[in-house]
């Protein structure tokens, strides 16, 4: 059998296509190469149950405009649910936009990065609707996003920008 290994930033439409879940290679975060970023196609049996194993998902976004596009999100577990713990990436063929930026927040570089990889501005993307694209314990994923979305680690308030 085949190993693969990726950092879960490196994953493509094509990963997603051949494996639509990734899990992450916490068990061999020591070996040479890998870290807590490390992910491997998915292989247990039936839908992945996140409060057991930390997964990524295939999922679908359709933008503002009507465009629809393919990406991942990560499976909330029960006393982990919000965006901060789904979030969501869409893939694009110049690379990965994240909608979720921690307590750092985006900078305007990383925004009109973001713009750029879409191909559009903010009108045309927002808002961004998601959906999970297979099965997981505890049903469909879906969601909103309005823009770009970081936390105040004070008062752990959800901040977005355009």
Request: glycine share 8%.
């Amino acid at each position: 059998m085949l190993r693969i290994r990726k950092q879960v930033y490196d994953l493509t439409i094509e990963d997603f296509e051949h494996h639509p879940i990734w899990e992450f290679a916490l068990d061999e975060e020591g070996e040479e190469g890998q870290d807590e970023a490390t992910v491997r196609p998915y292989s247990l049996p039936g839908p992945p149950d996140p409060s057991e194993s930390m997964v990524v998902l295939k999922a679908s976004f359709i933008l503002a405009d009507g465009t629809q596009l393919s990406g991942y999100i990560t499976p909330p577990t029960p006393d982990a649910t919000g965006l901060r713990t789904i979030q969501p990436q869409i893939i694009t063929p110049h690379g990965q936009v994240s909608f979720w930026y921690g307590v750092l927040g985006p900078t305007q570089e990383h925004v009109k990065e973001s713009y750029d990889r879409l191909g559009r501005d903010a009108l045309k993307v927002f808002p961004v609707r998601f959906w999970s694209e297979v099965e997981v314990a505890g049903g469909p994923i879906t969601g909103t996003l309005n823009g770009f979305l970081y936390m105040e680690m004070e008062n752990e308030r959800i901040h977005e920008i355009r």
